[in-house]
């Protein structure tokens, strides 16, 4: 099976069924480091390469996680405790934070489908363009390509050698110029803007449940603490499950993720209290 790329670049993508027994497997089967490169069975290093690709695409996915569930736990708190302390009604701070946390899912989602489909729509229309440059004037071509790799230290013969062997092989050479040239990895195997859009969604709902449940639970003056304890914990833990795929300290990316959403939600608790009085300052409010 093939995936498609930007401009129609595609490449194969094996599709274990098992992922945990096939990384056991390669792990099984690496060659010992010392080993030359004449060791590594293509079989292996295609292997080998769709799991640190597949990898990859979960980090990419992390990101739209941990910010939705971050906005959905920070936003939505911040509106439960206004309508808390303006109302005292357990039922108005519930439909409030749902309307809020359902206005943000859809809003998040359609922003990140939007922005995802957007860049990927400008990169193909970069990668189309670089593949009329090698189509139409392949000597600029190799002769950029060959600039670049002695820019990263290759010497001029080697980098000169390397360039006119790629340019034999025009797909080869558009990949190399688009990767070093524009930043654009036409083989990435990133999921969809439609998959983007779910998970921000989906993320940015779980995180707003974490400050409503209390108050569906608890009278109101018991509720708004529990949920901002509650929503502490659950921002500390979002930091943790992240560390685990940036490799980091789980102490310290908890902390990390749950102190800057603290600063968030100050800063926005005191506009929302400072703002209204200075608009009634001003004569502004009803």
């Excluded at 707003?208 to 929503?231: K, N, Q, R």
């Excluded at 930091?239 to 940036?246: D, P």
Aim: hydrophobic share 50%; net charge negative; no cysteine.
């Amino acid at each position: 099976m093939a995936h498609d790329g930007p401009a129609g670049v595609r490449r194969p993508v094996l599709e274990p069924t098992d992922m945990a027994e096939t990384q056991h497997t390669l792990t099984q089967d690496r060659p010992s480091a010392s080993a030359p490169a004449s060791a590594y069975s293509r079989e292996w290093i295609a292997g080998h390469l769709a799991e640190e690709r597949r990898n990859s695409a979960l980090l990419g996915e992390a990101r739209e996680i941990v910010f939705g569930a971050q906005d959905g736990i920070v936003s939505t708190l911040a509106v439960v405790a206004t309508v808390a302390g303006a109302t005292g009604e357990p039922f108005a701070v519930v439909v409030a934070g749902i309307a809020a946390a359902l206005a943000g899912v859809f809003s998040m989602a359609a922003g990140e489908y939007i922005g995802s489909k957007s860049q990927r729509e400008i990169f193909d229309a970069q990668v189309e363009g670089e593949r009329i440059e090698v189509d139409e004037r392949p000597g600029e071509s190799e002769a950029e390509v060959a600039y670049m790799l002695a820019e990263e230290g290759l010497g001029d013969e080697d980098a000169a050698r390397v360039a006119a062997i790629m340019a034999r092989h025009p797909e080869v050479l558009l990949r190399t110029m688009v990767s070093r040239e524009l930043g654009i990895q036409v083989d990435d195997g990133q999921g969809s803007p439609l998959q983007g859009a779910i998970l921000m969604g989906a993320a940015f709902g779980l995180g707003a449940a974490a400050p409503i449940l209390p108050f569906l639970l608890f009278p109101v003056g018991t509720a708004l603490p529990v949920a901002i304890a509650f929503a502490g914990i659950v921002l500390f833990a979002v930091g943790v499950v992240k560390s685990r795929w940036t490799r980091r300290s789980p102490i310290t990316s908890g902390l990390e993720v749950l102190v800057l959403a603290a600063l968030a939600g100050v800063v926005g608790f005191l506009f929302g209290t400072i703002l209204p009085q200075l608009l009634g300052v001003a004569g502004i409010a009803a």
